[in-house]
């Protein structure tokens, strides 16, 4: 059983390096499994090729060298890491986070190409590495996205402060801006995911970006059933039930997903109504537009009327599950994101007391960071994998976004 890579990539000064730190404190907090590398390697022998070339020993711009030859200098030092380092790990189902990868190549020597090219380089890259050497594919890569001013200066700031010159790559700005170029495209040709650095042309806070990652990873777990296996000793308020992994269990959502009434049906999900007022009058949200239709609702906003939204509270939501509960069903919730609206923490203290008055049923409540189809995109793939037979622990071992 193979297990997961995640690969965070950027050109020099990005930020990269600070969300790969960010990242991997994270899941140690959380106790989850994993494996993280950094490449190069510099302090091992399999870089020495790739030491020689960045430090300009094979020519003083990075030109001097062909982007194919280039290529497999740093592919060796990866190589080398799978063999002896992480390759039993990964391929017994462990999860390895990367920073820098085989994703790098494509960056900083598809740069040296013309573009009419690099489509090519890509595909070789790619199919070198990964079916003839049998490197393992990235399940998914993270892209630092930039602008060429605020890297360099970074970069400055950085070697200022470590007192350190920059290699053959760092020094030379134009190429850096063909890296930024050759980068956005190969993102588009390889499917990354682009994680944005820059609001209205300033850097972003660490935090910020680090926030923009949390969906991403959570998509790929829940679309794959991981991102990082948990360890057995783990011991939450989730899992602190006597009953046995087979139990059934409903997935319960809010209207915010925007699925349909058949969508909801054919998906076996409860949906719970969110309140909205238009016009100072009240409607429920429900998939099946009792209340008021979409089209209605339109017609409304057009004409002037305006109107605002409610949370779901925590007795609303502890009346709709009772039911199941009582039903001896477990609870998985998938809510509607943190950062639009208080319902997450209504919901995650309600469910806090639920445990207690149900100690032996499961309830667990994701916050998707996520609205609109993009939660109800989750909410498919999740009622997907219950028909496919996951179990609920399946949804939450390892995801750090769970209470």
Known sequence: MQGKLIVLEGIDGSGKSTQFKLLTERLR???LSFRKVVFPRYG??????????LSGEFGSAPGDVSAYAASTFFFVDRYASYKTDWGEYYRGGGTVICDRYTTSNAIHQGAKLPRNELCGFL???????????????????????????????????RQENTNTKGDIHETNADYLGACLETGSAAAEQL????IRCLENGSMRTINEIHVEKRPVLWYTHLRESLVCSIQTNKTTDIHKTGESAMSEYKII?????????RMVEDLELHVIPMLYTLDGKDYLNTPDERELSSHDFYELLRAGKTSTTAQINGETFKNEVRPYLNSGIDILYLCF??????????????AGELREDYPNRKIVVID???ASMGEGLIAWHAAMRKKQGMR????????PFTS
């Open 29 to 31: 907090k959380e106790e």
């Open 123 to 157: 595909d070789w890259l790619y199919d070198f590495e990964f079916r003839l050497m049998e490197l393992p594919r990235p399940d998914i890569v993270l892209y630092m996205d930039i602008d060429l001013e605020t890297s360099l200066s970074q970069m400055k700031r």
């Open 392 to 399: 609920l622990r399946g949804f939450f071992s390892g995801l």
């Open 44 to 53: 091992e022998s399999s870089s020495a090729l790739l030491r020689s070339y």
């Open 191 to 194: 499917g990354w995911w682009k």
């Open 253 to 261: 959502t809010d209207s915010t997903t925007d699925l349909s009434a």
């Open 368 to 370: 998707s960071l996520a």
């Open 337 to 350: 994101s943190s950062g639009l609206s208080s319902t997450y923490n209504s919901i995650r203290l309600a």
